[in-house]
T-cell receptor, first 110, second 115 residues
Framework: GQQLNQSPQSMFIQEGEDVSMNCTSS?????WLWYKQEPGEGPVLLIA???AGELTSNGRLTAQFGITRKDSFLNISASIPSDVGIYFC??????????WGLGTSLAVNP | DTAVSQTPKYLVTQMGNDKSIKCEQN?????MYWYKQDSKKFLKIMFS???????INETVPNRFSPKSPDKAHLNLHINSLELGDSAVYFC??????????????FGPGTRLTVL
């Protein structure tokens, strides 16, 4: 099935470090979404991006919608242990279908 | 207060059995979805219903049949379960198309194990 290219696949960092992950696609999207999934739970929306070039923050999280509409990145500043989880990017396709990245698994060492 | 709920949380069953997973949302959304998440964590859309009408039907075996009795419920029935059906199944819902309405809200998942 369709999927987005998300990198890195996994990260293991020290508490307090900044984190950056990105998603690329060969297709253009009008909406990019970033979700976080914690163990045993469903994905939860972190940030939604609707315009090319848009930069949006949610607390320590910042995401940008690439100008070509084919990519997006998510930054987490000053990571804390509760940032642990899997981060997914998703692009909105036709029929309101989301095309998902494979996820970035984040581990934070206190 | 639960927005999207699924039952059961865990389901362990034998190969060949038939089972159902139920999903309910109290968000007033008009679109509901079923996803399968495999062991590599990839989220694969299976079905989507809008106001009880099927709008997305990915390449899924006929053994999987969604049923939407009303727009707040989307159940998933699986016949003749196979080992490869073992996965976590997520239900999700979203509101009117456009902007924040496209945000999908997920249930807690149902972990299906077929023995």
């Amino acid at each position: 099935g369709q999927q987005l290219n998300q990198s890195p696949q996994s990260m293991f960092i020290q508490e307090g470090e900044d984190v950056s992950m990105n998603c690329t696609s060969s297709s253009i999207f009008n909406t990019w979404l970033w979700y976080k999934q914690e163990p045993g739970e469903g994905p939860v929306l972190l940030i939604a991006l609707y315009k090319a070039g848009e930069l949006t923050s949610n607390g320590r999280l910042t995401a940008q919608f690439g100008i070509t509409r084919k990519d997006s990145f998510l930054n987490i500043s000053a990571s804390i242990p509760s940032d642990v989880g899997i981060y997914f990017c998703a692009g909105l396709w036709a029929d309101r279908k989301l095309i998902w990245g494979l996820g970035t698994s984040l581990a934070v060492n206190p | 207060d639960t927005a999207v709920s699924q039952t059961p949380k865990y389901l362990v069953t034998q190969m060949g059995n038939d089972k159902s997973i139920k999903c309910e949302q109290n968000l007033g959304h008009d679109t509901m979805y079923w996803y399968k998440q495999d062991s590599k964590k990839f989220l694969k859309i299976m079905f989507s219903y809008n106001n009880k009408e099927l709008i997305i039907n990915e390449t899924v075996p006929n053994r999987f049949s969604p049923k939407s009795p009303d727009k707040a419920h989307l159940n998933l029935h699986i016949n003749s379960l196979e080992l490869g059906d073992s996965a976590v199944y997520f239900c999700a819902s979203s509101g009117a198309a456009g902007g924040l309405g496209d945000t999908q809200y997920f249930g807690p998942g149902t972990r299906l194990t077929v023995l």
